[in-house]
C-alpha cells in the first residue's frame, strides 16, 4: 500500500473520530460544560504531546541525518514551526468563521448562513491534524503515522461532541447536529493527502512539513482550546485533562516507537 494512501486512510479514520464523538446527541444526551472543558483538555494535552514527540523531535532528527548539523536542525525545525503557526493564524483572519462563545471573527461574513461559519471554523482546526498524520506517513514511518492518527484521533471524538452539542444549543436537530460534526472532520483526509504527497516528492520536505504541521497544531491549542476550555471557570479540571492527555499520548509515542 502506497504510503499517499496509507496517510489517507488514516487521516479518514482520525476525522471519522469527530462522528463518533458526536454519537451522544443522537440519544438526546448532553455533558455539563464541566465535563466538555475537561475533555478538551484532554484533547489539547494529545495534540501538545504530538507536536513534540510525533513532530518536533522526528523533524529534527530527519534534518540533522540529511544536513550533519544539529544547528541547521533546529533552525529549519524553529522556520517550520512559525510558518506553521503564521499559516493557521492567517487562515484564522481570512476565513470566515465564528466561535461558539467568542462569535464571528474575520473576513465579513453577512451573506454566508450561519452553518457554513461554523464549518469554516472547524475546518481550521481539522485540516493542519490531517495534514500532520499524512505528514507522518509520507516520511516512511508508518509507526509513527500511525501514532499520531491514533493521538489525534482520540481529541478528535471531543472535539466532534463539543460541535455537536453547540449546534444542538443553536436549535439544530440530533441528526443534523451530527452530520454537521461528523462532516467537520472530513477535511482531514484532504489534509492527510497533501501532506503525505508533499513529503513523498521530496525527502527535504519531511523535517518542514513536520514542524509546520506542529506550528500549526500549538496555535490551535494555545489560541482556540485552552482559552476555551478556561472560560467557565473549570481551568482545574481542564488542566488534568491536558496532563493526561500530554502523558497518555507521549506513553502511545513511546511504547509504538
Known amino acids: 500500500m502506497s504510503i499517499v494512501l496509507l496517510g489517507l486512510l488514516a487521516s479518514l479514520a482520525a476525522g471519522l473520530m469527530t462522528g463518533v464523538g458526536a454519537l451522544p446527541v443522537l440519544a438526546g444526551r448532553t455533558v455539563s460544560r464541566r465535563a466538555n472543558d475537561t475533555m478538551l483538555g484532554f484533547a489539547a494535552g494529545v495534540m501538545l504531546s504530538a507536536s513534540f514527540f510525533s513532530l518536533i523531535l522526528p523533524g529534527i532528527d530527519a534534518a540533522e541525518g ?29 476565513l470566515p468563521h465564528e466561535h461558539f462563545v467568542e462569535g464571528r471573527e474575520g473576513a465579513e461574513a453577512a451573506a454566508l448562513a450561519k452553518i457554513w461559519l461554523f464549518v469554516f471554523a472547524i ?13 507522518g506517513f509520507g516520511g516512511g514511518n508508518v509507526t509513527n503515522g500511525i501514532s499520531l492518527a491514533t493521538g489525534i484521533g482520540l481529541q478528535n471524538a471531543p472535539e466532534g461532541l ?6 444542538r444549543g443553536q436549535g439544530y436537530r440530533r441528526l443534523s447536529a451530527f452530520l454537521i460534526a461528523l462532516a467537520t472532520g472530513l477535511i482531514e483526509p484532504v489534509g492527510g493527502v497533501l501532506g503525505a504527497a508533499a513529503v513523498s516528492v521530496s525527502a527535504h520536505l519531511l523535517p518542514w512539513g513536520l514542524a509546520f504541521a506542529a506550528g500549526a497544531m500549538i496555535y490551535i491549542i494555545s489560541h482556540e482550546i485552552i482559552p476555551e476550555t478556561h472560560r467557565h471557570g473549570h481551568q482545574n479540571r481542564a488542566t488534568t485533562g491536558l496532563t493526561a492527555g500530554l502523558i497518555l499520548m507521549m506513553v502511545l509515542d513511546v511504547t509504538l516507537g
Not at 71 to 91: E, F
Not at 123 to 135: K, L, Q, S, W
Open 162 to 167: 463539543a460541535v455537536a452539542v453547540a449546534l
Open 66 to 94: 540529511m544536513y550533519g548539523s544539529v544547528l541547521i536542525a533546529a533552525l529549519i525545525s524553529a522556520a517550520g514551526l512559525a510558518l506553521g503557526a503564521l499559516a493557521v493564524a492567517g487562515l484564522n483572519e481570512a
Open 123 to 135: 475546518t481550521i482546526h481539522n485540516f493542519p491534524e490531517g495534514m500532520a498524520v499524512g505528514v
